[in-house]
T-cell receptor, first 112, second 113 residues
Framework: GQNIDQPTEMTATEGAIVQINCTYQTSGFNGLFWYQQHAGEAPTFLSYNVLDGLEEKGRFSSFLSRSKGYSYLLLKELQMKDSASYLCAVRDLKAAGNKLTFGGGTRVLVKP | DVKVTQSSRYLVKRTGEKVFLECVQDMDHENMFWYRQDPGLGLRLIYFSYDVKMKEKGDIPEGYSVSREKKERFSLILESASTNQTSMYLC????????????FGPGTRLTVT
């Protein structure tokens, strides 16, 4: 099975930086996804990491260390619209249908 | 743009009713998924399908069944709805190549009274 842990909630100030950590345990790691989900809406894709290192996309970056079973999502220059839940999900090579297992999500509240 | 649509945004049903939730995707994706999302529990996989007429149980299949008669359509069926099935239901689809990124529909908030 898989176990994915991420903090439940984080608060940050507009313009600041927030780092959301995700740790996972899986028998056959085959990629890690970050999704953003605003309240009452569908999750939308943010990033994908399958190799170690940092992937940068504008204000958002995602990092992966496969040996440590660890990823983080870094949100820079926070804006009010970044208030949302951020979901970490792992794909298991041994899972049929390329299914993902999701963490519980981290709710980020951006304050003025 | 990939589009995943779900038949209803909000649904209210009575205990014991049979409930159908429909999902349609327009990108010819092989894989389709049904999740439920509950506060504190995150997204949990109910069933998925990687081809027409194929289905696989996810992590919480009890009380649910699915149907995939056409590639673009994946239906979730609650044979006899119960109050503990009150939840947000999300459908997703993905290709069988590349990053296998999943695209989500807008969700159906189901209330069983």
């Amino acid at each position: 099975g898989q176990n994915i842990d991420q903090p439940t909630e984080m608060t940050a100030t507009e313009g600041a930086i927030v780092q959301i950590n995700c740790t996972y345990q899986t028998s056959g790691f085959n990629g890690l996804f970050w999704y953003q989900q605003h309240a009452g809406e569908a999750p939308t894709f943010l990033s994908y990491n399958v190799l170690d290192g940092l992937e940068e996309k504008g204000r958002f970056s995602s990092f992966l260390s496969r040996s440590k079973g660890y990823s983080y999502l870094l949100l820079k220059e926070l804006q009010m619209k970044d208030s949302a839940s951020y979901l970490c999900a792992v794909r298991d090579l041994k899972a049929a249908g390329n299914k993902l297992t999701f963490g519980g999500g981290t709710r980020v509240l951006v304050k003025p | 743009d990939v589009k995943v649509t779900q038949s209803s945004r909000y649904l209210v049903k009575r205990t014991g009713e049979k409930v159908f939730l429909e999902c349609v995707q327009d990108m010819d994706h092989e894989n389709m998924f049904w999740y439920r999302q509950d506060p504190g529990l995150g997204l949990r996989l109910i069933y998925f399908s990687y081809d027409v007429k194929m289905k696989e149980k996810g992590d919480i299949p009890e009380g649910y069944s699915v149907s995939r008669e056409k590639k673009e359509r994946f239906s979730l069926i609650l044979e006899s709805a119960s109050t503990n099935q009150t939840s947000m239901y999300l459908c997703a689809s993905s290709e069988n190549r590349g990053t296998y990124e999943q695209y989500f529909g807008p969700g159906t908030r189901l209330t069983v009274t």
